[in-house]
């Protein structure tokens, strides 16, 4: 650990990106590295009535990362068992509830993510979290063919319909709650630049800037009170439904079938080679920030740095886009790259090069230029 800080003594970070970047977006990063340009911070020199639709707006993306993707045939089934009473204000109750969870997670965990930002990533590298979370998902999924039934009621037998009812909604705001944990492998960088820029509002005297936070989880939240809505005002019950169930179920064990292969995969030691030395590349790329900084030197190119984790959704789905297009990997073959494993953000080398690196999160982009 103490070799790699001393070996980026030697050199300065021109530019950073984190999370999942569009083509254009990148080769604007690399652009804006090699010219030195200064990277303009996602709010600056915008009012705060522009910052809130932008942070709602991009709360509203979120439910498009690799990390809520899969848990959305979970939340639908969620949502459309919940809409017995065949009402559409009831069903919008429960998307809202549903939502109300998500949105009180972001606003809480927030403030927390920013003090500890590998959180997120330490939960998500433990093989144990993975597993836990695919075996709930088995159940859930195995509910959909009614191999057992989910009924918290009978536990309760003088339980009133009321009171079903409010277990129902609890159920929903309990696993919109789930929903937002689980994406915080993926959101984590943008929740911290929302809390840092709000942070820095809130320095400045601007005390509505903490609610920013809670207004990214509004965003992420708002399609559900809508889905709710539409799911419990269906056409009348008949054998469709047992396949639209089914249908769900076989969403429901695949995402388990999922967690459960990055659980194994984590827990028969996939990732033990986190942060080793290679003296060559493979497929151009280093495993190493030693080796790259020491073929840098041989080359006198810059240096790419790719901080990735194997339970980085986000990861994957770069190298099978942006990091696979061309233009991008003919714009890298200027620089020496190099993938460095940060499987656990809270261990050490990976902790102490993310702080050198300002990073918040998986997967970061550093390109580094000597200062010699």
């Known amino acids: 650990m103490t070799d790699i800080l001393a070996l980026l003594d030697g050199y300065q970070v021109a530019g950073s990106a984190a999370g999942y970047v569009g083509t254009d977006e990148f080769l604007a990063f690399l652009n804006a590295a090699e010219s030195g340009a200064a990277q303009a911070g996602w709010f600056e020199g915008r009012g705060m009535l522009s910052v809130l639709a932008i942070v709602f707006a991009g709360g509203l993306a979120l439910n498009l990362t690799p990390c809520v993707l899969p848990m959305i045939p979970i939340n639908l089934a969620i949502l459309g068992a919940g809409g017995q009473a065949r009402s559409r204000l009831r069903g919008f109750l429960l998307g809202s509830t549903y939502g109300s969870g998500m949105a009180l997670a972001y606003g809480l965990i927030g403030a927390a993510v920013i003090v500890t930002a590998g959180t997120f990533g330490a939960i998500n590298a433990s093989p144990w979290f993975n597993l836990a979370i ?9 509910a959909m063919f009614d191999v057992f039934a989910i ?9 009133d319909a009321a009171s079903q009812r409010r277990g129902t909604l609890a159920m929903a705001f309990g696993m919109g709650t789930i929903a937002a944990v689980l994406a915080g492998a993926c959101v984590a960088p943008v929740v911290i630049q929302v809390v840092l820029f709000s942070s820095e509002r809130y320095t ?8 920013l936070p809670f207004v990214l989880g509004l965003g992420m939240a708002a399609p559900w009170p809508l889905a709710g809505a539409s799911l419990s005002v269906l056409p009348k019950p008949g054998a469709w439904m047992v396949r639209v169930k089914q249908a769900f179920g076989v969403l429901i064990l695949g995402t388990a079938v999922y967690y459960g ?9 996939s990732s033990s080679n986190q942060g080793t030395a290679a003296a060559g590349a493979a497929d151009g790329w280093y495993p190493s920030i030693e080796a790259g900084l020491a073929a840098a030197e041989r080359e006198g190119k810059p240096v790419f740095v790719d901080l990735w984790a194997t ?5 994957v789905v770069m190298d099978n886009t942006t990091l696979a297009d061309p233009a991008v990997t003919s714009r890298l ?4 790259k190099v993938k460095f494993q940060s499987e656990d953000p809270s261990e050490s080398p990976v902790q102490e090069v993310m702080e050198r690196f300002g990073a918040v999160g998986l997967p970061t982009y550093v390109v580094l230029h000597s200062t010699e």
């Open 333 to 336: 073959d200027d620089y020496v």
């Open 134 to 142: 695919a075996a709930v998902f088995v159940v859930l999924g195995l």
């Open 204 to 211: 400045a005297g601007t005390e509505a800037a903490l609610a």
């Open 151 to 159: 009924d918290f009621s009978r536990f309760l037998p003088a339980m």
């Open 311 to 315: 339970w980085c959704k986000n990861c």
């Open 261 to 269: 292969y990055l659980g194994y995969g984590l827990m028969t030691g």
